[in-house]
Antibody, heavy 121, light 108 residues
Framework: QVQLVESGGGVVQPGRSLRLSCAAS????????LYWVRQAPGKGLEWVAL????????YYADSVRGRFTISRDNSKNTLYLQMNSLRDEDTAMYYC??????????????WGQGTVVTVSS | EIVLTQSPGTLSLSPGERATLSCRAS???????LAWYQQNPGQAPRVLVY???SRATGIPDRFSGSGSGTEFTLTISRLEPEDFAVYYC?????????FGQGTKLEIK
């Protein structure tokens, strides 16, 4: 069955860095576009970053562009999110999500359980 | 970007009642690329409906979606105890994808 398992979250000071990982299984990882989506405590869902199936195309929300980098290793079935210059407002649960069709513009049919990032001094 | 506005913010109903949740878009959603998700406390969202009206795999038929253009509705015909959760709409037809702010369905 399809599984997405995030890791790498934690408590970090403002201005520092963190790298999240999302280990995938149960599907052909290299054929799907993948997203990172976050949810601040008690708030709604916010798209963060998108990567194409081959890693050649990457897109970012305005709120993280220039600070976050999405990447993937198709040989390891793993998605990453490198987060630099973290701010208080980056505090959230971070989910990786798979698109239903494999393309960019498709609903998310599988989500990971999330990993919590807390930015605090 | 397309802004999605959900109403009401909170809906208080009893098991067995019918729930109607609304999602209004700031501009037309292309190809009815509108999905609905359910999120229970401490869990990731799960897709209920996509393409405005297609139920996702394994979703009970008491859930139904409708609408087009800028107005969309999720209807739960007879509420079960496990349906009390937060519901989000999402448009995925235009970049960037966007979510509504959510409707909390609570037990009356």
């Amino acid at each position: 069955q399809v599984q997405l398992v995030e890791s790498g979250g934690g408590v970090v000071q403002p201005g520092r860095s963190l790298r999240l990982s999302c280990a995938a299984s149960g599907f052909i990882f290299s054929t799907y576009a993948l997203y990172w989506v976050r949810q601040a405590p008690g708030k709604g869902l916010e798209w963060v970053a998108l990567i194409s199936y081959d890693g050649n195309n990457k897109y970012y929300a305005d709120s993280v562009r220039g600070r976050f980098t999405i990447s993937r290793d198709n040989s390891k079935n793993t998605l990453y999110l490198q987060m630099n210059s973290l701010r208080d407002e980056d505090t959230a649960m971070y989910y990786c999500a798979r698109t239903q069709s494999g393309g960019y513009w498709s609903p998310f049919d599988y989500w990971g359980q999330g990993t919590v990032v807390t930015v605090s001094s | 970007e397309i802004v999605l506005t959900q109403s009401p913010g909170t809906l208080s109903l009893s098991p067995g009642e019918r729930a109607t949740l609304s999602c209004r878009a700031s501009q037309s959603v292309s190809s009815s690329s509108l999905a609905w998700y359910q999120q229970n406390p401490g869990q990731a969202p799960r897709v209920l409906v996509y393409g405005a009206s297609s139920r996702a795999t394994g979703i009970p038929d008491r859930f139904s979606g409708s609408g087009s253009g800028t107005e969309f509705t999720l209807t739960i015909s007879r509420l079960e105890p496990e349906d009390f959760a937060v519901y989000y709409c999402q448009q995925y037809g235009s970049s960037p994808i966007t979510f509504g702010q959510g409707t909390k369905l609570e037990i009356k």
